[in-house]
């Protein structure tokens, strides 16, 4: 059961009239006073929004989709829902989404929306003026239940929203499409959904089927809570495999298309997935769940996607995916992570992620935890199941050590609060993400932190131990076991004590807490993990292939990368480009005598290492053209972790597949 938080901000006509009451008279000379009761224009007062205190709705809500009108994108949705008494009635649109960490519901797309009455009477509603994603009601007397009608205007290609339907797919994300009563908690909402799909299409989802009939899919009667952590991916080319269909909690991979073709799966990808399945049970020892449904769509037509669920994960992958059976690091470490959710930030999860409902505002003060050590074990899960090689994951790492020691926003801003740049602006990088920091903090720099505490751990019981006590301890308890829990930084802290005793709150609070000129990156996990970051100026091919921008990536030469149209981008703060007066908006047009190019300016770089002859960049912003000299001679630096001889291969340990 989650636990409510404290009441919702509440908006009464009282509280604003008795603050006018206490405001200055009106002159001629305008002056700051408390804003005129609302009430004096909208068409009634508004009421306050109950406080999600009462755990359980009195009644079953019956829910309905149609998702077939394919051409046009919108999803037409009914309900039913049963109310508890007359007079005032506040439904909710949700605000704060589950694994967006933020404000991020996208109430904009929500239209037409009608409020029936059995005797076909219309109830108008009344959009909150504090809390636009409530809409209030005045239930007459005699009416117990109201039917509720509205349009959820997907976007198309282009648009500023993710396409979550195409003509042959589609995501189905309930949160995104539901009103639901005020004053409850989620987990007490009780809901019966069903779906009209087109004609054929079939649908992974892990709610329990009753029926499938003619497109219309209808579920078993689920909380509002589990709906919304119940998302469908659904085709015209659609798939099922069984990656674990015996254990007591079974583990399946849902698959939609484009074409049916791209279902198909390389030889031996199947068994990497199960590889994974396995290799989660002996990193965690139980699983959290009654049964676990990946969704896959391999499309590039559906909007890119990783988001956890409890129970089952939406992931999007490139068309060819399953047929080559390789793709991007990333694209081969989504899966991983995405299961890794399951235990860490689903099953366990921050204690102020534990809101009563969804409009109640969430806070991030572990999201190191929820997103930097899903993070680590991802990595290291897809390594161990054979998704990716241990050289491949010790490139990717290498990306990581290389950023975070070259990043010079932690003069000003320490780890810890960018855990609120959601909250901040959904994912929004700006121009300076090397200064201002980002969401990625939280996941990449965080993933450095814990591989510094399992190096730690090793090390001080001679390997004996290591964070994969940690994760059995903390994240494992008990097979099938759903019921959600919370902890705090305390308890992260004894967890760790109980696997091996350190000073780990000082451990903690010292990476996340550092910030100034002396600040540092994190990373003495590499160090004591048998290796060291250095720079060289070539690449072979598997690195190539990993850093897959490698040929336009000049961020620790000249410190910004080139677009494939010339465009200077990501200027590193305080590097070299940054000192030349270069940011956004900068074009290359000609590197010395040569029109400009990613290879002219690799070679030119190149060409000047070790000399003295500046490089001559030209560069046009707009009708501005400027001609630079540039005094750098340190040749090309790419980033690579080097073993130290002498010391145990630490690293490749982590990596390496757990054989019980």
């Not at 919304?228 to 015996?246: Q, T, W």
């Not at 396995?278 to 049964?291: E, N, T, W």
């Not at 909007?303 to 994960?313: F, N, P, T, W």
């Not at 030119?604 to 000399?611: E, F, L, N």
Request: hydrophobic residues 40%; proline residues 7%.
């Amino acid at each position: 059961m989650m636990r409510p938080l404290p009441r919702l901000r509440l908006c009464a006509s009282a509280c604003t009239a008795a603050l006018i009451m206490a405001a200055p008279a009106w002159s001629q000379t305008p002056v700051l006073t408390q804003p005129q009761d609302a009430a004096l224009a909208l068409p009634r007062s508004q009421p306050a929004i109950p406080a999600p205190t009462q755990a359980t709705f009195p009644g079953v809500i019956r829910y309905e989709a149609d998702v077939t009108d394919r051409d046009r994108r919108i999803i037409s949705v009914r309900q039913t829902i049963p109310v508890p008494s007359a007079g005032p009635f506040t439904l909710l649109y949700p605000e704060f989404l589950p694994g967006n960490h933020a404000d991020t519901g996208p109430i904009q797309l929500i239209s037409g929306l009608t409020v029936i009455a059995p005797d076909g009477r219309r109830l108008e509603w009344l959009r909150d003026t504090v809390q636009p994603h409530a809409f209030h009601l005045d239930i007459p007397q005699g009416v117990t239940e109201i039917r509720v009608e509205f349009q959820w205007l997907t976007q198309p290609d282009g648009g500023p929203w993710r396409v979550v339907q195409t003509p042959g797919m589609v995501n189905m994300q309930w949160e995104k499409a539901v009103l639901y009563p005020a004053g409850y908690a989620a987990t007490g909402i009780t809901i019966e959904p069903s779906i009209r799909l087109p004609e054929g299409w079939g649908y992974g989802v892990a709610l329990d089927t009753v029926s499938n009939e003619g497109g219309l899919a209808t579920f078993a009667p689920v909380s509002l809570y589990t709906l919304v952590d119940s998302p469908m991916f659904a085709g015209a080319h659609y798939r099922r495999f069984a990656l674990d269909a015996d254990g007591a909690s079974p583990v399946y991979l849902n698959v939609v298309a484009d074409r049916a073709e791209q279902l198909e799966p390389a030889d031996g990808l199947m068994a990497k997935f199960e590889a994974m399945v396995v290799q989660a049970d002996r990193l965690f020892g139980a699983r959290p769940f009654d049964r676990y449904e990946f969704l896959v769509g391999l499309t590039n037509q559906l909007g890119g996607i990783g988001l956890e669920h409890h129970r089952s994960s939406e992931n999007t992958l490139a068309p060819d995916f399953f047929n080559r059976g390789t793709g991007s690091l990333g694209s081969r470490q989504l899966l991983p992570h995405e299961f890794v959710h399951s235990w860490n930030g689903k099953y366990m999860r921050p204690a102020d992620e534990l809101t009563a409902n969804y409009n109640v505002p969430t806070q991030n003060t572990l999201m190191f935890v929820y997103e930097g050590l899903t993070s680590y074990w991802g990595e290291v899960l897809a390594a161990r199941a054979g998704l990716a090689t241990k050289d491949e994951t010790l490139i990717g790492m290498a990306g990581h050590a290389a950023f975070y020691e070259n990043q010079p926003g932690r003069q000003w801003r320490a780890l810890h609060d960018t855990q609120n740049h959601n909250l901040l602006g959904y994912r929004v990088p700006g121009n300076w993400p090397s200064w201002m920091r980002t969401t990625t903090d939280y996941y990449d720099e965080a993933l450095l932190v814990w591989l510094d505490a399992d190096t730690l751990i090793r090390e001080g019981t001679d390997g004996r131990r290591s964070l994969d006590d940690f994760a059995k301890g903390f994240f494992g308890r008990q097979n099938g076991e759903v019921e959600t829990r919370g902890y705090t930084f305390e308890e992260l802290v004894a967890a760790l004590n109980a696997v091996h005793p350190y000073d780990w709150s000082g451990f903690l609070r010292g990476r996340l807490d550092a910030v100034g000129p002396d600040a540092k990156a994190p990373l003495d996990g590499i160090s004591r993990g048998g290796y060291r970051l250095v720079y060289v100026d070539s690449l072979t091919d598997a690195e190539k292939r990993i850093q897959t921008g490698w040929a336009s990536d000049f961020q620790y030469s000249l410190g910004f990368s080139l677009s494939s149209a010339n465009r200077i981008g990501g200027v590193r703060w305080g590097s070299v480009a940054y000192e030349q007066g270069l940011g956004a908006g900068w074009d290359l047009i000609a590197v010395g005598d040569r029109a400009a190019s990613a290879e002219a300016l690799r070679e030119a770089i190149t060409a000047a290492k070790g000399g003295s002859v500046p490089l001559t960049l030209t560069v046009k912003n707009g009708d501005r053209i400027r001609t630079l000299s540039i005094p750098y001679h340190d040749g090309l630096r790419y980033p690579r972790l080097e073993r130290v001889e002498g010391t145990p291969d630490v690293l490749g340990d982590i990596l390496a597949p757990r054989r019980r």
